[in-house]
């Protein structure tokens, strides 16, 4: 429901609060009809690769935010088009079927918000669904809040939300341009080593993230010099 302005003002005050609203883009999108359905998807797939051509943002870095209809919309989107996003933000949402995968963790994740207190969308419906999800081997963030009806995000988990965001990545998608050079200074072992025991190069690799610094964190971390 709603408008394609609905959520940017919440979107906004949650990055705002946590000192980052300059490192994101926020735009909001609408669904065809009163709810977002099946018959959205294309159009959302036309508008990622648009919106990032036009903004020059980070495609490791996509995210949606949905709350309702967009959450359940999310839940399901996301994990499909895991070439698209690198995971969303849902509350009060349910979920649908599951991909098909033989390689779930590649997939999209999820930070995803029920309420104890929805009475429309009550835990004992959507807990089976998220024991599901972690079955099958997919990633997410699960949280059932007490005091929380069918609305959208409030503390402690918008906070933890914004957090979420900083370190998921897109796990289908390389690193490029200047991070992939900065990547490529590791392959000499000796001015790996060197490398990894300055703070700053720390930092890099912190914003780079995901699957591609993973291994040289974990290297890092065991060196003598860390």
Do not use: C
Request: hydrophobic share 40%; charged share 25%; proline share 7%.
């Amino acid at each position: 429901n709603g408008n394609a302005n609905s959520l940017i003002p919440k979107a906004e005050e949650m990055l705002q609060k946590s000192g980052v609203r300059e490192d994101w883009v926020v735009v909001g999108l609408k669904s065809k009809e009163v709810g977002w359905t099946d018959k959205d998807d294309e159009p959302v797939k036309a508008f990622v690769p648009w919106a990032l051509k036009k903004y020059g943002a980070d495609p490791r870095r996509v995210f949606g935010f949905g709350v309702s209809s967009g959450a359940w919309f999310l839940n399901r989107f996301a994990p499909k088009n895991s070439e698209l996003l690198a995971g969303a933000v849902s509350y009060v949402g349910g979920m649908g079927q599951l991909p098909t995968t033989t390689d779930p963790k590649s997939h999209a994740e999820l930070y995803w918000v029920i309420g104890h207190k929805d009475d429309g969308l009550p835990p004992s419906r959507t807990r089976p669904q998220a024991e599901a999800w972690f079955k099958a081997g997919f990633r997410a963030v699960y949280h059932e809040m007490l005091d929380l009806a069918h609305e959208g995000p409030r503390e402690p988990t918008q906070s933890e939300a914004v957090e979420w965001l900083g370190v998921v990545r897109n796990k289908r998608l390389a690193p490029v341009g200047d991070d992939a050079e900065f990547l490529k200074k590791f392959e000499d072992e000796k001015r790996a080593e060197s490398l990894l025991s300055q703070v700053p190069v720390w930092t890099r690799l912190g914003s780079i993230g995901g699957p591609a610094a993973a291994p040289l964190v974990l290297r890092g971390l065991g060196s003598e010099k860390a």
